[in-house]
């Protein structure tokens, strides 16, 4: 790999932007040489016109690009999008149709039939749609999409117990932490010493997205089936700064005990694709066995916060099984993970490296 | 009722013991005229004695009581115990066999067969355990207890739901307050920013003590059918000071719909005998139409702490229904219902006053 | 008193107008008639147009009433102002002009020289310069104003040693609720885990507002004369939802030690028209002498969020003496802290009852 | 610098001394080969006696070493002493007597007139002390103290400030994180939703320790002149999880305006022996110019936790200015500070390399 991608960050400015920014400034393979952002701080120097929310400061090599309108006459062959849904669902096609590939956050395509919903851990093989995405549409370009970053805590582990006993059902309930809400997001009136029981659209993601991530591509390649599974969610909002939690109840198709539940995750492991991926951790999966684990302040960060930490496996006195699953939400299940995307389409060629 | 009960509070310079003490100094019924502790602080004035950790300073009317051994030669005909479980477990048999009425916040008795597990609003009848419990014993006192105040959070809407639908199946997720765990109870350390998906001994409460609430006092009055229901549940400890969340997913006998299960909600009405009750709130079980409610700041004071809020009913993709549903976790969730527990008794006659 | 003086709430839709509402809906002397707010909620029943933020339920005696605009139009004599800054610049003198007595909480007119500040406990003789301010403006109404919250916790123990010892300067660093920025005000992101030394204009009027509060009605009765003592301030914001704490090193005219200077927080005593205001408390400054206290969460709701507690007097190594004080913020510090104002000029006969 | 340094770590399994294990067990200079615990752990492997409180886990490298009992009869050169407070005082002596270099995070000898109480950027020379120290008492061996975490956050501006204007006093209000008290520590039911104004201890140590480390070491190098200033000090406790912040203000010898002292700040180098050491960052003091700067989340790890970041000059209107700073409490302010030291001792040849 002699040179680097040279690639946009659309929406460089807002939250989920500037992780973007701040995970892109280093990497192996590609290089942010396009910004985008709002009316306000268009033409300004990103670092001037940013009011960086994150720890640290603006990258230096980004901090005198000068932020640019979100239209497709940028010149790069690859944008990030980290645009807020209504703007997502107007533009991201019009990127598309004009030969950009673009690798989303945003919810606004998620589900569309043709367009994949990728955890390169869970189904690299979903860029399969991409040629009929690209046919059926007369695009030059195409949208790949990240999961929800509450969908993703509670994915992995039920991907695992799908292909070692057949998944029929979760019930979940998930502790969500307030930065997947942005900034300025959540009011500190509404969450300090406080749990609020509402996420706005969550519960119906969580209840849809899985079935789409644990679907098998289709004989034509041209659609995913989704899985047979019944999804019950409940998203909670609760004063913690990063990483969720999900508390899962499951029902099999085949009857395991919770040893070989712990058995099937501590033996699991990633499709070979991933090894060759840069952001793609040495332990995606992580089983503690303590009584208290995870836990999002000690386990968020594990594998840089790639990383998936599972525990407290045991039965369930309805379903079959319980267990609680952890993520970085803002790292695996925002930006880290559309980049991982990203790095998954240039092994597999969708990007020209 | 012309001169108010003399009691005593057993544990009375605990966490749980000075909300005993503050809840009962102006009760129209009960006086505290005794009060126990610690061997560091018998002998003390309990004003002294007390490390003070609840709002407001100790009442002036306990300021002055001696605190004396935990030992059944108290001048009162009934303890409020808020003793430690290991502690209940030796001395609260201790006080039935010398003629003590023993109201517990323990759980060492909780599940004992003859023993009354006890929610005025649920089962004032269990109370005919009482008779049963002293002779198998040859007991001139006896031990009435309280749930759990995770139980405590659930079991309301669960018994609504049980009385107007039947009720087959609950999986339980649990967001609680760090009081519950009284003090210094957990480290600041452990919770701050986050959330710990353990607590002692709790889902299995959780999984049990709803089962004796809901069940019915046999034909010889001397046990409690177990309800006939599958429980499941996981509790988290979340950075909240006071209030318990449950989210729950339940499995009916007979099919509702969610307006159903509201309108059981809005219409159920509480036993006649509640209305006599000086701690018993005019609503017990409110019922929020906001998509955000309930939520603990906002609802765990509701009827002076006393009521249970429960909003969120919608369908459940796995089971029938799913609900959220909260109770102050240090007042309905422990002393107040205790105080409520001996209302009753004294209202029923087996407290004399 | 037979018959409440009806009054109207300025911007009573707004964070600091709900407690406006909240406080005054059973209050002894005035009845809310009126309720105003912004464009979108006018001509809605005030419990359909509010977003209620505060614990609790909008007051019944409220949730009918019409929302109106805020124009001097109102069918009342006395108007509570909750206007945000720029509003209240604007709207007030018309108010003032138009004949209303006008209680504010807002900032815009505190340093008026003709406009009082006003704390019962401390100044009550501020008010002396009403008629001047209706004549130099040939105003039928006036207006009367509230220190900010911040201003508030500190300045009663300044008030107490500026009359026992005379006080020449107060270097102060304040660690504020969010609850003192509205709602949504501070974002969650901005607060939790986190401390943020800075909330625009605080320190500037922590280090002018004291100096009014505390300075003279001159011989004419047209103005203040400033007390004459330096101030310094560092206003923070820290992750407590209620109560503002007050750290303070202060210099004084005549040498007094620890000791005396908490003699004289206990034997001071609040003029004698305080007695006659229902909002005033019993007692309005409580000296802990525990080395831990006073506590935001421990003693903010003292005396029904009206009271200063003070602690931590000592020497201080610098200037002559350091001392620990709390407010409660929205309470005493300012719904309250107005509305205590009103009574006051009631009973001086400014308002007619 | 071939070979590593064998140390040991005394008190290795509390929460100071799991960060001591954490960061050296990469150290390019020093190799953890010893560990030290309470009776309840001492022949154990570490990684399973120790309860580890920090993220992440326990590194391999020490994972399988035994605790052992915390005598002197260590087979290293080097401790790092992270001892309570009493422990420390009984025991340090006797390693320094038994001949080895005794690196301290505790509190016991800090103000003892011949140890060392040091901070590389400030006072590298107080070294000089350690040949007197050794004499006197007839050591092999010597003790070297790092300064509270408290006095730490708030002593780099004051040591830049005593250079450029002389420093004549100090008035300071610490706002400090739950780490700085270890675990358990704080309990949450203590600080949650609440500010405690008291740390014992610490607001003497914060009005003793910077005078000693910013004195100068006398003629004979046998003692160290305590700086002449006065200083005032009140340390709180805030719901925060790591970083310091320290409000001051100050009296200079020589007036200086604001913008002198910004330059001040940000002309300053650290003495030229840090650039020797590892573990001292390339800015040890980063000036912010935004007007909510410093902020302990977001500055906290700035370079590594080991940065002093320093905010908000300005005139302070009864001293001459007013700063904020922020230190890592538990990084630069504890255990990174005792390594940084302990590599001073290398580089200057007072320990053996």
């Not at 945003?106 to 367009?115: E, G, I």
């Not at 694709?273 to 332990?283: F, G, I, N, Q, Y």
């Given at each position: 790999m002699k040179k680097r991608v040279p690639v946009g960050i659309l929406a460089a400015t807002g939250a989920v932007g500037q992780r973007f920014v701040q995970l892109l400034a280093d990497h192996p393979w590609f290089e942010i040489t396009t910004v985008t952002g709002s009316d306000r701080t268009v033409g300004q120097p990103y670092g001037e016109g940013v009011n960086w929310v994150v720890?640290?400061?603006?990258?230096a090599a980004v901090h005198d690009l000068i932020v640019q309108e979100?239209?497709?006459?940028?010149?790069?062959?690859v944008v990030f999008s980290a645009l807020p849904t209504a703007l997502a669902h107007e533009w991201e096609p019009k990127f598309a149709a004009a030969g950009y590939v673009v690798v989303t956050n945003?919810?606004?395509?998620?589900?569309?039939?043709?367009?994949p919903l990728l955890i390169p851990e869970i189904?690299?093989?979903?860029?399969?749609?991409i040629p009929a995405q690209k046919a059926a549409r007369d695009w030059p370009g195409f949208i790949v999409a990240s999961p929800n970053c509450s969908t993703t805590s509670a994915v992995l582990p039920m991907k695992v117990l799908q292909d070692a006993f057949g998944l029929q059902a979760a019930v979940m309930t998930t502790l969500q932490?307030?930065?997947?809400?942005?900034?300025?997001?959540?009011a500190s009136m509404a969450i300090m010493d406080n749990v609020v029981p509402y996420i706005g659209g969550e519960d119906e993601k969580l209840e849809a997205e899985p079935r789409k991530l644990l679907g098998a591509l289709n004989a034509g390649a041209a659609s995913i089936e989704l899985a047979a599974m019944q999804l019950s969610a409940q998203a909670n909002r609760v004063p913690v700064t990063d990483g969720h939690l999900a508390s899962v109840s499951v029902k099999l198709s085949r009857p395991a005990s919770p040893a070989e539940a712990v058995a099937a995750f501590e033996h699991w492991r990633p499709p070979a694709?991933?090894?060759?991926?840069?952001?793609?951790?040495?332990?995606p999966l992580i089983y503690r066995?303590?009584?208290?684990?995870?836990q999002p302040r000690l386990d968020r960060d594990a594998e840089g916060g790639m990383a998936w930490t599972v525990g407290k496996v045991r039965e369930c006195g309805v379903l079959d099984l319980r267990f609680v699953s952890i993520t970085h939400n803002t790292l695996r299940g925002a930006a880290s993970g559309s980049i991982l995307n990203a790095e998954l389409l240039l092994v597999q060629g969708y990007i020209e490296g």
């Open positions: 720890p640290g400061d603006p990258p979100t239209v497709p006459n940028l010149d790069v062959p945003a919810s606004a395509y998620r589900m569309t039939p043709d367009v189904n690299p093989d979903h860029t399969g749609l932490a307030i930065s997947g809400a942005g900034y300025p997001g959540v694709v991933c090894a060759e991926l840069p952001s793609s951790p040495e332990r066995h303590e009584s208290d684990r995870p």
